[in-house]
């Protein structure tokens, strides 16, 4: 589940996101997505342009404007339709497993050269209107991983009342902190370390409200 203006959980790029059957419409909608996602990791945002992706995509530049009128437009489509999929994160049989499985698509996400989740979360600190489809993007991961933690409280490792969004934070943010802040070399013990420190600390109770922990 991956593209944040916060930090958040799994990593499914927009890039391979499914995207609706529509026709002519919907096959011009993917020549102009891939045009975009595959200029922006190439030249940056700041080449990014409506008439550049027109020519990549072999799109009359009048269509793209009239459908998306700017860049920006276009980064929340794509980002938009990255939530269009049937992504759900991994059933392992533990909570430790379930939070290393989804940081290990999160680190993969951001760590993969050339890495479009990062792109994407980069440019959409340049748009308003991009930002806004982000935000949308990772309250529809943070929705689905939520059965992460139900799964965990139902098997008695985690007690019950524990915050869902807390916990996935506590897993992901690690990844997330040295991918996309730092920028360190990969690690590939990272996403389980941190999801064996959330595990640990949801068993304990950790992200019980205030008033529920002992």
Excluded: K
């Excluded at 929705?143 to 524990?162: K, L, T």
């Excluded at 389980?192 to 068993?203: I, K, L, P, R, Y």
Aim: charged content about 25%.
């Amino acid at each position: 589940m991956s593209p944040g203006t916060e930090q958040a959980p799994p990593a499914v790029t927009p890039a391979t996101a499914r995207r609706r059957p529509g026709g002519r419409s919907a096959h011009v909608r993917a020549r102009v997505h891939d045009a975009l996602l595959a200029l922006l990791v190439e030249q940056g945002f700041d080449a990014l342009t409506v008439d550049a992706v027109a020519t990549r995509a072999r799109v009359h530049r009048t269509t793209v404007y009239r459908r998306w009128r700017d860049v920006g437009g276009l980064l929340a489509d794509v980002l938009d339709a990255a939530g269009d999929d049937d992504w759900r994160p991994a059933d392992t049989g533990s909570l430790r497993g379930d939070l290393t499985a989804l940081n290990e698509e999160v680190h993969a996400a951001l760590t993969v050269e050339p890495s479009v989740t990062g792109a994407l979360i980069a440019a959409s600190f340049r748009s308003t209107e991009a930002a806004r489809a982000l935000r949308r993007f990772w309250e529809d991961r943070y929705a689905r991983c939520e059965v992460i933690v139900e799964r965990a409280v139902a098997r008695g490792d985690a007690p019950a009342g524990s915050d869902p969004r807390a916990v996935l934070l506590a897993a992901t943010s690690p990844v997330y902190h040295h991918a996309v802040l730092l920028r360190t070399p990969p690690e590939p013990t990272l996403p389980a370390v941190a999801a064996h420190a959330a595990a640990v600390a949801a068993t304990a109770g950790a992200f019980l409200p205030e008033g529920g922990r002992a």
